[in-house]
Structures are given as C-alpha cells and as structure tokens.
Nanobody
Framework: QVQLVESGGGLVQSGGSLRLSCAASGRLFNIYVMGWYRQAPGKERELVATVNLSGTTTYADSVKGRFTISRDNTKDTWSLQMNSLKPEDTATYYC??????????WGQGTRVTVSS
C-alpha cells in the first residue's frame, strides 16, 4: 500500500506563485511515474504534469512554461512549482503515483484558488 499526502495549496492572486508538495510512504519500490492532476468544479480531472524515474517530464499545454515538476528520490517526495498563476488554474490538485503492475495511488487533494 502507498500513502500520498499533499501540501502547499492555498489562495493566491493572479500572477502569483505556489509550490505543492507530495510526500509518499509505503511500498514505493515499484513506483514508475509521479505527477499531478487537477480538477476544477464542474470539469473533468486533467493531467497537469508528470515525471518518471528517468527524470523525463511532461506538461499539459495549459501550464507549459509556468509550472515545473520535480522529484527528490531521497525523500520520496515530488513537487509542483506553479508560477504566473491564472484564475483558470483554480482547482483541487491531486498528486498520484503509477507503479509497475498498473497500480495507481492518489493523494487526498489540495485546493488552489487564484483570484483575479
């Protein structure tokens, strides 16, 4: 079993920055991809960014150039640095981990609100 705990959400003005972190614990030996999804009210969950064991990153087009995902293997954490935030970034952000064997685990979510 794997437990994921997010932190770092909050309220910020448009153009501001926030940093989200995800702390993982449990059976992490077969983790393959780490990342973040978000879900705004009334919308489907959207993949925001991923990083794999090789350090390769991917981003949604809507956040490219503004968000940066990073990982710290020694601490079993990964983070999402969000700069130049826009009101449309308002959502609940969920960290997730994907493991060999097609297992996926989710955090409980952290709310990000960007005011205009």
């Amino acid at each position: 079993q794997v437990q994921l705990v997010e932190s770092g959400g909050g309220l910020v003005q448009s153009g501001g920055s926030l940093r989200l972190s995800c702390a993982a614990s449990g059976r992490l030996f077969n983790i393959y991809v780490m990342g973040w999804y978000r879900q705004a009210p009334g919308k489907e969950r959207e993949l925001v960014a991923t990083v794999n064991l090789s350090g390769t990153t991917t981003y949604a087009d809507s956040v490219k150039g503004r968000f940066t995902i990073s990982r710290d293997n020694t601490k079993d954490t990964w983070s999402l640095q969000m700069n130049s935030l826009k009101p449309e970034d308002t959502a609940t952000y969920y960290c997730y981990s994907f493991h060999y064997g097609s297992l996926t685990y989710w955090g409980q979510g952290t709310r990000v609100t960007v005011s205009s």
